[in-house]
């Protein structure tokens, strides 16, 4: 499996950035940090993944029940990761290589 890492994600043609998911995501009591990436895909491109750290038990189901009126039903996180922390570079930005590498492994 080929593993994409950019910032923009493209799933089924529909490119869009993670910032926006996290952001809606972030609205959810539940959650603490998230981060976004894409995952690679053969049937779509990209899947979107989240990894949370949650508050809190939190489900995929619950999250994309939340996002639906916040963000277009395409950039819904179809994968959930439950993280004590995220991935950060040295720079202190999301390390969405090493994000969508944690996604994959555990899938």
Do not use: W
């Not at 930005?93 to 555990?106: C, E, F, I």
């Amino acid at each position: 499996m080929t593993i994409l890492f950019a910032d923009t994600i493209n799933r089924g043609g529909e490119k869009f950035g993670p910032i926006e998911v996290e952001e809606a995501m972030r609205t959810h009591p539940a959650v603490n940090d998230v981060a976004v990436a894409g995952i690679a895909d053969e049937e779509m491109g990209q899947r979107v993944g989240a990894a949370v750290v949650a508050r809190r038990p939190v489900t995929l189901d619950e999250l994309r029940s939340h996002c639906r009126e916040l963000i277009a039903y395409f950039k819904l996180p179809e994968r959930l990761l439950i993280v004590d922390h995220l991935p950060y570079s040295d720079t202190g930005k999301v390390d969405r290589r090493q994000l969508a590498a944690l996604m994959t492994d555990r899938s």
